[in-house]
């Protein structure tokens, strides 16, 4: 039996496992370093040439004749089943329809239903492999309300039967001719049911999981049953059903089961049916695990670690083989294994008990020999601007195998960011592939630049060394005056009472048709010295945004972007600025590529500071635009939202009132063009650049009953179309400055 812990296996994190007991004398085992060929175990002479066993392929069962493979990449759709007869013979391919599923119990009759979870399983097909080219034998539970829960013979299994009322019953449903015949099985619970199991039934023994007890208070039951009786014969207590995540297994010494308590990890729980000793056997919780009961050993390993047979009577410990991919018990007491041991190389084992008493293996077949694995093409592009792409990019490789896993880590050049992600392919496929969207681990748009994109692949098996692919990629997008972070996205400065100065990164484009914050930085305290803090654009061109602040000593100061969401060490730009009521920058407003200031003064005169290009002198020397500005208590620079030659003004006026200033592409403006009232309802209205990503540059408006993104439609008579927003949800009173 095969299951999964849970948890996610690391490649690094080998861990080990621990063999412990419910009464304290158990064994603390760990893995070796290196691994040998074992001593104990005996090995049988392989005189004729044994089956093979699908390479990538998983083991789903076992019978006196055969075994069952399942292929999850398999070349051919119709070998995704397969029926191998230990004598030599040909293979049965068995071809799953979608929505049906295949079972087994330990003998070599299949069970075909009509349903993938073998539980809801109703109407069956009974096929003998020992005979693989005999006729099925149909048998449908629908009539009796029944669902399957194990197979018993070529023509009966064990179903569950739910009354009128709602309680199950345990019954041995049998096919004889045309007649359906079910007979109740008797001491179990009254109100038992989930009825399930996973191990073979052997000399007329099933051993049955079940849910019991009163409502909101269910516990888990097991029961060994005669099936020829139809009577219990041996009940055990679970704390929980393990229903559908549980994996029950039975010798004639002991019985076991997979167990999970909240905060601990996986682990057996085995019962000693003379004494009811009960023992606990620990597993790594981030691992694939097989295990099952050969007498009174419990045998377990993984694709990561040895396979190992641990004494239940006296905890002693023997290695079987390297390691273990998949475990199934057989109807003979014994068990079967695929995996990898020293001496014998890849394949499938039988586990039995040495007549002195120690676990012996034998190579039952051969592992085929499996394609190299390599990485034979990259998809990756050179470069990439994501602007053009609606954000995404497709990275795929096509490798010489589909049995594998592909990570892909994409590492940022400078910033070290990263992005981790399995590649998939389609079933069958050796292309695996994936579409990025442009973010990193951490939910921000990526920044632009050089990425480093390596890809590991791995077998699915756990054999064999990983792969390695590195490539470079780089990553452009439009620039964003009020961009921060190199990433396109607009950020977003905000000033509390405190005087700390905070920046939100927004995502590059809406998400489900909403403005999202990907997150908050501090950017740091003492703010408060300032009456002002706009955000100008690049002014040194470097391609990243500068923010001025204005102190009440009217110095005017000039904080540099550094391209990480954090600015250089303040240059002073100039004093008198004291006589300027209001600043507004970022905004292209002569059409020459740089970005320019305007500020109004006491007397209501609004003047132009052309961008110079320099980090040490941003701005040439002033040029009067015009009188009567002082009817405003708000000027922004919103860029070119209208279309003419270059950016636009939007100003507010004392009753509320927003107009729009169109930019001629020489510092001036044309006529005023009102906009709308209402607007007095905010405190901050920014300038934001292109915050949804469609090539206009937007408006974001701050206050006391919401902030709202202005997108904005390229239309001077209908300038701004409202958009809903994550940014400052709640926190309307919170900044006394936005910028």
Do not use: C
Request: proline fraction near 4%; avoid cysteine.
């Amino acid at each position: 039996m095969q299951f999964r812990s849970t948890g996610t296996r690391l490649a690094a994190a080998v861990t080990a496992v621990l063999a412990v007991t419910a009464l304290g004398a158990g064994t603390l085992v760990s893995a070796p370093a290196a691994f040998a060929a074992p001593s104990g175990p005996a090995v049988a002479d392989q005189a004729a040439a044994l089956p093979v066993f699908p390479t990538g392929a998983r083991l789903l069962g076992t019978g006196s004749t055969g075994f069952l493979t399942y292929d999850s990449h398999p070349s051919d759709e119709s070998r995704e089943f397969l029926w191998t007869p230990y004598d030599g013979g040909e293979p049965t391919p068995l071809p799953r329809p979608d929505g049906t599923g295949w079972a087994m119990s330990g003998s070599d009759v299949l069970v075909h239903g009509d349903h993938v979870l073998t539980s809801e399983m109703r109407s069956l097909t009974l096929r003998n492999m020992a005979a693989p080219s005999a006729p099925g034998v149909a048998l449908d539970l629908d009539e009796l309300n029944g669902n399957y829960v194990a197979a018993l013979s070529p023509t009966s299994v064990l179903a569950q039967i739910t009354n009128e009322d709602g309680t199950a019953e345990l019954h041995v449903v049998t096919k004889d001719g045309a007649a359906l015949s079910s007979r109740k099985v008797s001491g179990l619970p009254a109100d038992a049911d989930h009825f399930f199991t996973s191990t073979p039934v052997r000399d007329g023994i099933a051993f049955v999981g079940y849910e019991t007890g009163p409502e909101g208070a269910r516990t888990g039951g097991r029961a060994l049953i005669d099936v020829g009786a139809g009577t219990v014969s041996e009940t055990y207590a679970s704390a929980e059903s393990g229903y559908g995540s549980s994996d029950l297994m039975f010798s004639g010494s002991h019985v076991a089961w997979l167990d999970r308590e909240s905060g601990t990890g996986p682990f057996i729980t085995s019962v000693d049916r003379s004494t009811r000793t009960v023992k606990r056997t620990a597993l790594a919780a981030d691992d694939e695990w097989s295990a099952e009961l050969v007498d009174g050993w419990l045998v377990y390993g993984n694709a990561w670690r040895p396979a190992k047979a641990l004494s239940l009577i006296s905890g002693e410990l023997h290695d079987l083989a390297e390691t273990m991919t998949g475990a199934s018990a057989a109807a003979d007491g014994g068990a079967v294994f695929s995996g990898k041991r020293a001496a014998d190389g890849d394949g499938l084992f039988r586990i039995t008990t040495a007549g002195d008493g120690t676990p012996a293996v034998t190579k039952v077949a051969d592992m085929d020999e499996p394609t190299p694995l390599t990485i034979d093409q990259v998809h990756v592009p050179d470069s990439v601007n994501l602007d053009r792409t609606g954000g995404k990019v497709t990275l795929g490789w096509t490798l010489s195998r589909p049995d594998v896993s592909v990570h892909v880590t994409l590492t940022h050049m400078v910033t070290g960011k990263e992005y981790h992600q399995y590649a998939h392919a389609s079933a069958g496929s050796t292309l695996f592939s994936f579409e990025w969207d442009g973010r990193a681990d951490d939910g921000t748009d990526a920044p632009n630049g050089s990425y480093a994109v390596g890809a590991e692949a791995t077998s699915d098996d756990g054999g064999g060394e990983p792969v390695y692919q590195g490539w470079l990629m780089n990553v452009h997008r439009t620039g964003n005056p009020h961009d921060y972070t190199n990433n396109g996205s607009t950020d977003v400065l905000a000033r509390d009472t405190a005087g700390v100065l905070w920046r939100d990164d927004l995502r590059d484009r809406p998400v489900n048709g909403r403005v999202e914050t990907a997150r908050r930085d501090r950017v740091g305290p003492g703010w408060q010295a300032y009456k002002q803090i706009e955000a100008a654009g690049d002014l040194a061109g470097n391609s990243v945004g500068d923010l001025i602040a204005l102190d009440g000593t009217g110095v005017l100061w000039h904080y540099l972007g550094k391209g990480d969401g954090t600015f250089a060490t303040r240059a002073r730009i100039g004093g008198g600025w004291g006589a300027y009521t209001k600043l507004t920058g970022g905004s292209d407003l002569n059409g020459d590529g740089r970005a320019d200031l305007l500020a109004a003064d006491t007397a209501g005169v609004l003047w132009f500071y052309k961008g110079t290009g320099s980090a040490t002198s941003p701005y040439a020397a002033r040029v009067r635009v015009g009188g009567g500005w002082g009817a405003y208590n708000q000027i922004t620079a919103v860029g070119n939202i209208a279309g003419t030659a270059a950016g636009d003004l939007v100003a507010r006026d004392t009753a509320g009132i927003l107009w729009l200033y169109q930019g001629d592409g020489r510092g001036n403006f044309a006529t005023r063009v009102r906009v709308g009232g209402g607007w007095g309802a905010f405190t901050q209205l920014v300038g934001a650049g292109d915050v949804d990503n469609d090539g206009r540059p937007d408006l974001i408006a701050y206050g006391a009953g919401g902030t709202y993104v202005y997108r904005s439609t390229g239309s001077a008579l209908s300038p701004f179309v409202r958009q809903s927003t994550s940014l400052y949800a709640g926190e309307g009173s919170k900044f006394n400055s936005v910028a």
